[in-house]
């Protein structure tokens, strides 16, 4: 149990278009959702924490209206990378927690790799 | 200075080797801690969680946790092939009412037959 999706597991995109990627958690509600960035060899940085009809909530530093979150329902939420640059190239992993659960119990999709040319 | 230490590896170890991962932390507010591993081009896998100082077993893992120190370790017995990965180390605490977590940079582990 307890399964993260997310679409697509790669995509690469010319500079200056958006790309959307999605996050499923395909067994379970999820009131609250993670996106995080991982560069080559660093650690995962929290971009922005996602609640279920609300607006999110960006990290320092996180452009807003560049990272758009949108979560509009209890199993999918999504991020849109707007106006996409090469130093937005990164992996892209979202992580859900089931409702009714303390949050910190994350699971985490298998991630989206970003290219942008 | 970073809130969460982990030394990046690469480590390289035999088949059958105990393998010990460390992180060290500077917030003392870190209330709950976490292991993960991260195959390459995969999302995190969750392996262990403790709440308290001590040690947790889990078949082949320990997790140690010394509030005292500020230090977490992640011991990993007769180390196999399989085990080669990337191991993250995380930590959490109450923020805005969601449970935030801050990872560590992650140490690659090499297991060689």
């Known amino acids: 149990g307890a399964v993260v999706s997310q679409h697509p597991s790669r995509v690469i995109c010319k500079s200056g278009t958006s790309v959307k990627i999605e996050c499923r958690s395909l067994d379970f509600q999820a009131t609250t959702m993670f996106w995080y960035r991982q560069f080559p060899k660093q650690s995962l940085m929290l971009m922005a924490t996602s609640n279920e009809g609300s607006k999110a909530t960006y990290e320092q530093g996180v452009e807003k209206d560049k990272f758009l979150i949108n979560h509009a329902s209890l199993t999918l939420s999504t991020l849109t990378v707007t106006s996409a640059h090469p130093e937005d190239s990164s992996f892209y992993i979202c992580s859900a927690t089931p409702s009714g659960t303390n949050t910190d119990t994350q699971y985490f999709g298998p991630g989206t790799r970003l290219t942008v040319l | 200075q970073k809130e969460v230490e982990q030394d990046p590896g690469p480590l390289s170890v035999p088949e059958g080797a105990i393998v010990s991962l460390n992180c060290t932390y500077s917030?003392?507010?870190?209330?709950?801690f976490m292991w993960y591993r991260q195959y390459s081009r995969k999302g995190p896998e969750l392996l262990m969680y403790?709440?308290?100082?001590g040690n947790k077993e889990d078949g082949r893992f320990t997790a140690q946790v010394d509030k005292s120190s500020k230090y977490i370790s992640l011991f990993i017995r007769d180390s196999q092939p399989s085990d080669s990965a990337t191991y993250l180390c995380a930590m959490g605490f109450g923020y805005g009412g969601y449970n935030k977590l801050i990872f560590g940079a992650g140490t690659r582990l090499a297991v060689h037959p």
């Open positions: 403790t709440y308290s100082s």
């Open positions: 917030n003392s507010a870190f209330q709950y």
